[in-house]
């Protein structure tokens, strides 16, 4: 009788041992997905916060397209007169309210590094015989992240543009 006592006691540590053991095991299993799943949810996190940015880039370059519209026409007309594209350049690519580098108030959220952001091409493609026009806008974003990699985001705008001549 004395034997199935101890018995028995043994046999609860043992179940005791075993379902910690499981339980540990299942802990662990659980914390490294959860730390595979932060790295990404900070990549998608920044990413969209890039693809916010760059449209924004867009939406500046096609805001100063309708307001100076003589003066866009005026440097193609120029580049294509002495075959030099740096005065369309100057107006649209290389324009310093078009380049934004280490901005430090669109920082990464988890990282102090700056996003940098540039109009990459700024064109209009013209027919003619519609009298239709179309301007193409592409605007990049990017920084590093803290692990070291590069991430950016390309965003490409069409907008469909209607010339009309007015008449005096």
């Given at each position: 009788?004395?034997?199935?006592?101890?018995?028995?006691?043994?046999?609860?540590?043992?179940?005791?041992?075993?379902?910690?053991?499981?339980?540990?095991?299942?802990?662990?299993?659980?914390?490294?997905?959860?730390?595979?799943?932060?790295?990404?949810?900070?990549?998608?996190?920044?990413?969209?916060?890039?693809?916010?940015?760059?449209?924004?880039?867009?939406?500046?370059?096609?805001?100063?397209?309708?307001?100076?519209?003589?003066?866009?026409?005026?440097?193609?007309?120029?580049?294509?007169?002495?075959?030099?594209?740096?005065?369309?350049?100057?107006?649209?690519?290389?324009?310093?309210?078009?380049?934004?580098?280490?901005?430090?108030?669109?920082?990464?959220?988890?990282?102090?590094?700056?996003?940098?952001?540039?109009?990459?091409?700024?064109?209009?493609?013209?027919?003619?015989?519609?009298?239709?026009?179309?301007?193409?806008?592409?605007?990049?974003?990017?920084?590093?992240?803290?692990?070291?990699?590069?991430?950016?985001?390309?965003?490409?705008?069409?907008?469909?543009?209607?010339?009309?001549s007015h008449e005096p």
């Amino acid at each position: 009788m004395i034997k199935s006592r101890n018995l028995k006691k043994g046999s609860a540590i043992a179940f005791c041992l075993t379902f910690a053991t499981v339980l540990l095991v299942m802990g662990m299993a659980f914390a490294r997905l959860t730390m595979n799943n932060k790295k990404q949810t900070v990549q998608i996190d920044e990413r969209i916060k890039l693809d916010y940015l760059a449209q924004g880039m867009t939406e500046l370059a096609i805001l100063k397209f309708q307001l100076y519209p003589a003066d866009f026409y005026a440097c193609i007309e120029a580049s294509s007169k002495y075959k030099k594209d740096e005065y369309l350049e100057k107006f649209t690519v290389r324009s310093e309210e078009f380049t934004i580098r280490n901005d430090k108030n669109s920082y990464s959220s988890f990282n102090d590094t700056g996003i940098n952001l540039q109009i990459a091409s700024f064109t209009i493609f013209t027919e003619n015989k519609w009298k239709d026009e179309v301007l193409y806008v592409e605007a990049t974003a990017n920084y590093t992240d803290q692990y070291g990699k590069i991430i950016n985001k390309t965003v490409k705008r069409v907008v469909n543009l209607e010339r009309k001549s007015h008449e005096p």
